[in-house]
């Protein structure tokens, strides 16, 4: 039987895989913290269930934005979401849309962090970045938001000309904060029905090395 014990094993080991918590479950997590440059800076702080970042706005307008400097000229909008920067309430990473009305290479994002009872913990992986009109922004400067240096931001560009639902973005990630997920219950019953198909082949095996040898006289 202990091709079946490996199986219940097996099963086990994935059941007790932990779900992604996300960063608003994150222990002792007090703020979200996002550092922004236009002529001087700005620091926007969010609770860490703060509406604006468990939503995404389906329109960002001047009276329609989570934060920002100049409004009208440069809206943002913050929510949680996962590493393609697609909103999730509960997701493991944390996007930054933007747009930008007036050619001044727009989007200076400076820095981000995780404010946790005093300790900071500052985003350190980009794992997604979407640029503004071609021509309006500098190359590869989405990197300047995890660099943890005040002195660089992004410089995005702007959205002149483009679709009004044009944004540019920054999606990014916390060393501390898990990503790794339990399976779906569509996932699991295709994996049990896996397992059972497995241990029946098992125990078909299993019968045929225990059945009596024939003695041919």
Known sequence: M????GLIAAAAIIG????SAGI????GLTSVNIMEVTYT?????????DARLTSRLTTLTAANRDFGFFAGDENYDVFYSDANGAFNANGSFLTIEGNCNVPYNCFNVSAIWLSRNGPQEHASVLTNAVYGRAGSFTPGSAANAVDVNTGSWTALGDTIGMPASARMSV??????VPTGSVPEPASW???IAGFGMVGAAQRRVLRARLQPARVHG
């Open 2 to 5: 202990k091709p079946v014990l």
């Open 41 to 49: 800076y700005m620091i926007a702080s969010f609770a860490p269930n």
């Open 16 to 19: 007790a895989s932990p779900a």
């Open 171 to 176: 999606t990014v990630g916390f060393a501390s």
């Open 24 to 27: 608003a479950s994150l222990p």
């Open 189 to 191: 019953a295709l994996m």
